[in-house]
């Protein structure tokens, strides 16, 4: 069995904790039952290890998320990267391609494709070893997973069964419907509808057809290089909706979709994470706060706040998602990072009266950790060291850094840098643009460089 | 007649836009009636001007707040430093003895003195001149201002004047009571009673008597010298409690004590003020937001949100008084200052897990400003400029700076800057300890340098 697990989207739900650079499945905002908290992907691999189901884990992904699951996950998971988004059918039909021609695997291993971003039982695992049962019995070419329903929701998507037939186990699929109104949905929930959780089983050979389809070829490297050919739908639509043969396996366990701040806070056990101080008139009011500075609440009755160096949103439970609407208005450049090498938060970013912009950074860069060998060819950059040892290489010359050391770094001249342990610096940035992707890199050989 | 306006306190409950170095009245948050904000300071000082009363002003007040002073109302008003803070009689004192030793007042001339922080209908100007005909009319010692209550509030002071008097004009005070219980302030309601509106007019001589009596002169620099003899008391607690001969004159146009945020968003015209996205949903919901981020609103009913680099307060308008019991958690440095020469932000203040602090400052010096000559005794002091030209001095030695320009100030370096337009630099803090007050102050010749 194969398990590919789709971690996706941006999460504008969660604006301001997510963002592009931080889609909702790496949010530390779960209990993890031990007095921390981990994310959503890390709930899951801690469910899947926990049920043994860590062998044969892919993910697909875009690049912007390899630091965050690196640094979430480890790097003993496999991943393939979408050449750009373009919705789960072809993210599925990447990772089924990596799967047939570069690990070899057979057209008759069952594979299993979930999302990142539900909050699930334990027993969620169970079932899915069910569906890969369903699979191997040829019972369907297609086994989803059918969730439970627990109130007629406008926002997910039904499968709704064919009559008469037991409700406790596999059962024949008869339809699909995307997010209906309030009155169809009640009416599919007495017909015995489930929610259609985004969890697909079926043969590897089953899905290399649709692949050959569009790139005519099933090689990984021409699904690659021909990604732009697959439409940009979802799997439902270009393939679950389409299949004669479609089984669901019930689950009747926990099963939240983490997609706003009105569910993921009722989660929690602690009304506040972070700097905050809470009056004693507050009720069901939450805040979670990443920012500096103290946030004082009081008198307030199911409200979330929620502040990062993006924003703050402060809204009642029941119009935290109107925050979409305003996306527009509010989304800026992430203010804050985690990369492999460490972090990076934007202090300040000002435009002068005269057009000049000064974009001020405090950087740090992990323990043995190095950025790359890289010029900018528009802005020039100086660091001031504040915390810390390492190596600095500039235009090839290596030399040691730490507290109160500086160096200017002009446009066009090659620099790196490595921490010998934790390093902490500011960079002051000026230019014309000044834009994250002014970033030309380069390899360099740390290994040859001498420490005294 | 002479006026004397006491700049006070911090006003805590004006958290976190007012803060020690920022008092209630400088905070720029009243409309001025032309499309701009002006402060409380600023409104007294356009009312007193309107009034044709600026001839002869004194504020009293601390040497933290002369920089505000002076940036909001400019120079041409007098100003003494309280050598401490010790409450209002005290305060009073030294304005008094100011006017007599060091104005040469006569001991017959009028004395009014005023807050800074009541917002009040420009009539009340007139009554202050009601105030002063009354004084020299010899028809009391101490004449009062009786503001015409309400509602029965527990938070003012009560005057109540003696039975039987002609309510439109001049009336002798039988006593005075402090911050009543509910109860007891609606009686006083009933009966007739004012609010102490803390204005009171005297002639000069009367004051002196309390000055010698704990200073043993009226010279001023014998009244600063032994400034710590004067009781720390109020001066109703002092003078008007005990006065005999007592009279007011009541006013009975708009006045309000902008004590808090529920009183002082009433006033608003507009909801947001700042950087802030408010949705359709909100009721009566004001935010004030000085910070670089955006704030998304929505939901929300009677609440006010006020956002600084000092911290954010979220509550309900009938608990925004709250934050003060929660003080000592909430309140750090000051993270924002205006100063005479410009304005400075802490962007960063982190202490690492080896005890090493850095402090991150964006400094702006006003063009002509200049930072006086100075050394730190315990940090070093690493400057990049990124906008504006000026003038920087090392240890003697001029030179001219501008963006890219970097400077590292060592431990006990003679340094000073002085800006020919705008300049803005980005100020990088190591040592221990990081404190304002790591400062000692020299003289410097700006004149004698010579620009290129």
Same mark, same amino acid.
């Given at each position: 069995?194969?398990?590919?697990?789709?971690?996706?989207?941006?999460?504008?739900?969660?604006?301001?904790?997510?963002?592009?650079?931080?889609?909702?499945?790496?949010?530390?905002?779960?209990?993890?039952?031990?007095?921390?908290?981990?994310?959503?992907?890390?709930?899951?691999?801690?469910?899947?290890?926990?049920?043994?189901?860590?062998?044969?884990?892919?993910?697909?992904?875009?690049?912007?998320?390899?630091?965050?699951?690196?640094?979430?996950?480890?790097? #003993?998971?496999?991943?393939?990267?979408?050449?750009?988004?373009?919705?789960?059918?072809?993210?599925?039909?990447?990772?089924?391609?990596?799967?047939?021609?570069?690990?070899?695997?057979?057209?008759?291993?069952?594979?299993?494709?979930?999302?990142?971003?539900?909050?699930?039982?334990?027993?969620?695992?169970?079932?899915?070893?069910?569906?890969?049962?369903?699979? %191997?019995?040829?019972? $369907? #070419?297609?086994?989803?997973?059918?969730?439970?329903?627990?109130? $007629?929701?406008?926002?997910?998507?039904?499968?709704?069964?064919?009559?008469?037939?037991?409700?406790?186990?596999?059962?024949?699929?008869? =339809?699909?419907?995307?997010?209906?109104?309030?009155?169809?949905?009640?009416?599919?929930?007495?017909?015995?509808?489930?929610?259609?959780?985004?969890?697909?089983?079926?043969?590897?050979?089953?899905?290399?057809?649709?692949?050959?389809?569009?790139?005519?070829?099933?090689?990984? %490297?021409?699904?690659?290089?021909?990604?732009?050919?697959?439409?940009?739908?979802?799997?439902?639509?270009?393939?679950?909706?389409? %299949? =004669?043969?479609?089984?669901?396996?019930?689950?009747?366990?926990?099963? =939240?979709?983490?997609? #706003?701040?009105?569910?993921?806070?009722?989660?929690?056990?602690?009304?506040?994470?972070?700097?905050?101080?809470?009056?004693?008139?507050?009720?069901?009011?939450?805040?979670?706060?990443?920012?500096?500075?103290?946030?004082?609440?009081?008198?307030?009755?199911?409200?979330?706040?929620?502040?990062?160096?993006?924003?703050?949103?402060?809204?009642?439970?029941?119009?935290?998602?109107?925050?979409? %609407?305003?996306?527009?208005?509010?989304?800026?450049?992430?203010?804050?990072?985690?990369?492999?090498?460490?972090?990076?938060?934007?202090?300040?970013?000002?435009?002068?009266?005269?057009?000049?912009?000064?974009?001020?950074?405090?950087?740090?860069?992990?323990?043995?950790?190095?950025?790359?060998?890289?010029?900018?060819?528009?802005?020039?950059?100086?660091?001031?060291?504040?915390?810390?040892?390492?190596?600095?290489?500039?235009?090839?010359?290596?030399?040691?850094?730490?507290?109160?050391?500086?160096?200017?770094?002009?446009?066009?001249?090659?620099?790196?840098? =490595?921490?010998?342990?934790?390093?902490?610096?500011?960079?002051?940035?000026?230019?014309?643009?000044?834009?994250?992707?002014?970033?030309?890199?380069?390899?360099?050989?740390?290994?040859?460089?001498?420490?005294?």
């Amino acid at each position: 069995m194969q398990l590919v697990i789709l971690s996706g989207g941006s999460g504008a739900r969660l604006w301001p904790l997510s963002n592009n650079a931080r889609s909702k499945q790496f949010l530390p905002l779960l209990e993890d039952g031990k007095g921390g908290y981990e994310s959503m992907l890390q709930r899951v691999y801690r469910q899947l290890t926990k049920a043994s189901l860590t062998d044969n884990v892919l993910i697909t992904t875009t690049s912007s998320q390899k630091d965050n699951i690196i640094n979430q996950i480890g790097s #003993n998971v496999d991943i393939v990267f979408e050449p750009e988004r373009r919705k789960t059918f072809p993210a599925v039909a990447l990772a089924a391609s990596y799967l047939y021609s570069k690990k070899g695997c057979s057209k008759d291993e069952v594979v299993v494709v979930m999302p990142c971003d539900a909050y699930t039982h334990d027993s969620y695992y169970n079932t899915l070893m069910k569906m890969v049962k369903t699979v %191997e019995s040829d019972y $369907a #070419n297609l086994v989803l997973m059918g969730i439970l329903p627990t109130f $007629a929701s406008t926002k997910f998507g039904y499968i709704i069964p064919e009559k008469g037939q037991d409700r406790s186990s596999v059962q024949k699929v008869k =339809k699909f419907v995307e997010k209906p109104p309030q009155d169809k949905a009640l009416k599919y929930l007495t017909q015995g509808a489930y929610w259609n959780g985004g969890v697909f089983a079926f043969r590897l050979g089953y899905m290399l057809k649709f692949i050959s389809k569009y790139i005519g070829s099933t090689d990984y %490297e021409a699904v690659v290089a021909g990604y732009e050919k697959f439409p940009q739908i979802s799997f439902d639509h270009e393939i679950s909706e389409k %299949e =004669k043969s479609v089984a669901l396996v019930p689950f009747f366990g926990e099963w =939240k979709d983490f997609g #706003n701040w009105n569910i993921l806070t009722s989660r929690l056990k602690t009304n506040a994470i972070g700097n905050a101080v809470m009056g004693n008139n507050n009720s069901n009011t939450h805040v979670l706060n990443e920012l500096g500075l103290p946030i004082f609440i009081d008198g307030l009755q199911d409200v979330v706040v929620a502040a990062s160096y993006d924003g703050i949103l402060i809204a009642s439970k029941d119009r935290c998602d109107n925050v979409t %609407e305003y996306t527009d208005s509010l989304v800026t450049r992430p203010m804050f990072e985690e990369r492999r090498w460490g972090t990076y938060r934007v202090l300040d970013d000002t435009t002068y009266a005269d057009g000049t912009r000064s974009l001020t950074k405090s950087i740090v860069v992990k323990a043995g950790r190095s950025i790359s060998y890289q010029i900018h060819h528009h802005r020039s950059e100086i660091w001031t060291f504040v915390d810390g040892e390492g190596l600095f290489v500039l235009d090839g010359k290596v030399s040691k850094v730490g507290p109160g050391v500086v160096v200017n770094i002009a446009r066009g001249q090659y620099h790196a840098v =490595k921490a010998l342990n934790d390093l902490s610096f500011i960079e002051v940035q000026t230019g014309n643009p000044l834009v994250e992707e002014d970033i030309e890199r380069f390899d360099f050989d740390w290994d040859s460089v001498k420490v005294d």
